[in-house]
Structures are given as structure tokens and as C-alpha cells.
């Protein structure tokens, strides 16, 4: 089973968790200035964790495809952990969605 994939992704939900727990809005000039050369805004970081359980995605139906029409090497079990992962993932990110939108929501009812 391939962890790297894994790690990269959550080695990037860190660094993007770390990003917005600073205070500093991506599209500031202070954030710009503290950017480290080369950093992610949240935004591209976001779109980069959504492509990545995109990937995974395509890749374990893939894997299943090939399994399904008996042209693959790969056995059952590589197969279903793909998939297992992919459906991990994807779980993840409906977490992460459905926290920025309660985070979202309530600075919006915020009172001025």
C-alpha cells in the first residue's frame, strides 16, 4: 500500500490548519510578507487536497476496473485497500468542508 500520497495529504492539511490558526488572511499584504518564498496560499492548498482525493479516486476505481475485467496483476486485497483509502479521503474532506462552512457560518452571525 502506497502511503506516501497519505502523508503528502496530511502533511498539507497541517500546514494549511497551521496557516489558518495564524490570524493572518492569505489575500493581506501580511500574509504576504510572512509567506514563506514558494508557500501555499489557503486557497491553492485547498484545491491541491481536493485534487489529490480526486486522484485517489480515480485511481482505486480504476484498480477495481481492471480487477473486475481480469486484466490487472494486482490482487483483491491492493485493490480494496485503493479504495478503502480513497473512501477515507474523501470522508476527510467532507469533514474539512463542513467544518469551514460552520466556521463560515458563524462569523457571519457575528454581531459588529
Do not use: C, W
Amino acid at each position: 500500500m502506497d502511503t506516501q500520497g497519505m502523508e503528502k495529504m496530511l502533511s498539507l492539511m497541517r500546514g494549511t490548519a497551521a496557516q489558518a490558526s495564524g490570524g493572518i488572511s492569505p489575500a493581506s499584504p501580511a500574509a504576504e510578507k510572512n509567506a514563506a518564498p514558494g508557500g501555499l496560499n489557503f486557497a491553492e492548498a485547498l484545491k491541491n487536497s481536493i485534487d489529490q482525493v480526486n486522484h485517489a479516486q480515480k485511481q482505486a476505481n480504476q484498480m477495481a476496473e481492471n480487477l473486475a475485467a481480469g486484466n490487472s496483476n494486482q490482487n483483491l486485497h491492493e485493490v480494496m485497500a485503493a479504495l478503502q483509502t480513497a473512501s477515507i479521503s474523501f470522508q476527510e474532506m467532507v469533514q474539512v468542508r463542513n467544518r469551514l462552512v460552520s466556521a463560515y457560518q458563524d462569523v457571519m452571525n457575528m454581531q459588529v
